[in-house]
């Protein structure tokens, strides 16, 4: 393939990719003017069965027009995508939140870069230079110092819970990605981190007896699920889309811009303040992305 051809796909990804990270950042700040009572269960669920119903039929409409049949190879590949990603993670990371504080749970969260790397490196023979280990680093120093006020030295059990989904959605990734290179349409890999994710929370649902919390929902509850789940399905829809170009462990350090959305529309539409040790840790998240934006990447799938 021209290398004209190579490097507008890496910039599509890249602009993907960035794309996610600003849906990721600006959906905390609008989830603060919606949040209801409502189980986390029940949301992550109905959404995720919502999202995957859509990108099937989005995934039939192309796979006629293109007239590309779906890889069956990769199926397993796509069962563990929804196993992982779509329902244990999330179920470990809500029960992980109630028990430990919401910043320390972000910044765990956070951490997922370094695992991803490390998983991209082993398994999908990627090579992570120097220069974008720097960067990580950097972006995740950057990060400390923006929540070092919200940490503590103490471990709590929520603590691991959320780091446990964290690796959880590492692996998911670095499977997710494995299958794209296996030529899987990403539209069909969204599919199955979404509904066999759905499936799975459903079935939690009903073996903990929360299954009246659905006939209960009240219109300000689907509402919010409606606004939530319209979040998250741009961005799936962004980053599976951006991931079939990209390098794994490029996008996924991308995704630390996140917080500075956050940072940014905190202070323009709920009037937040920004203290020093955050817009320093914002400056070096913003340079160490600005660094990594520019790393080519070499695991690629091609197909459009």
């Known amino acids: ?78 069962l563990l ?44 023979k990627e090579k992570i230079s120097k220069k974008q280990l720097i960067a990580m680093f950097i972006m995740l120093f950057g990060l400390l110092l923006m929540q070092l006020s919200q940490l503590s030295a103490e471990i709590r059990m929520g603590d691991m819970l959320v780091l ?10 670095t499977i997710a990605k494995k299958a794209m290179m296996d030529k899987e349409s990403n539209w069909v890999v969204v599919f199955s981190r979404m509904f066999f994710g759905s499936i799975i929370l459903f079935a939690i649902i009903f073996l903990t007896g929360k299954s009246e919390l659905l006939v209960a929902l009240t ?20 980053w599976y889309w951006g991931l079939k170009y990209i390098n794994l462990s490029k996008a996924a350090i991308m995704l630390l811009v996140a917080p500075v959305i956050t940072l940014v529309l905190g202070v323009i539409f709920l009037g937040e303040t920004i203290l020093m040790l955050q817009a320093i840790g914002s400056l070096l998240i913003l340079i160490g992305a600005f660094e990594v934006i520019w790393i080519k990447s070499e695991k690629r799938n091609e197909e459009i």
């Open 164 to 173: 446990g989904a964290t690796v959880l959605w590492a692996i998911e990734s």
């Open 1 to 78: 393939m021209k290398k004209g051809v190579n490097n507008s796909k890496e910039l599509w990804g890249t602009i993907l990719i960035l794309m996610t990270a600003i849906i990721s950042g600006a959906s905390i700040v609008v989830n603060k003017f919606f949040i209801v009572s409502i189980d986390p269960l029940i949301l992550t669920a109905t959404r995720a069965l919502a999202i995957g119903i859509v990108f099937f039929f989005i995934s039939l409409y192309i796979s006629k027009s293109t007239k590309k049949k779906f890889n069956k190879v990769s199926w397993k590949y796509l």
């Open 81 to 124: 995508i929804g196993a992982f990603g779509g329902s244990i993670a999330f179920w470990l990371f809500f029960i992980g939140l109630k028990m430990t504080m919401a910043g320390r749970a972000a910044f765990i969260h956070k951490t997922l870069p370094i695992y991803v790397a490390i998983l991209a490196f082993i398994f999908l």
């Open 219 to 238: 219109a300000q509850q689907i509402l919010y699920i409606t606004i939530s789940g319209a979040l998250l399905f741009l961005y799936v829809l962004t």
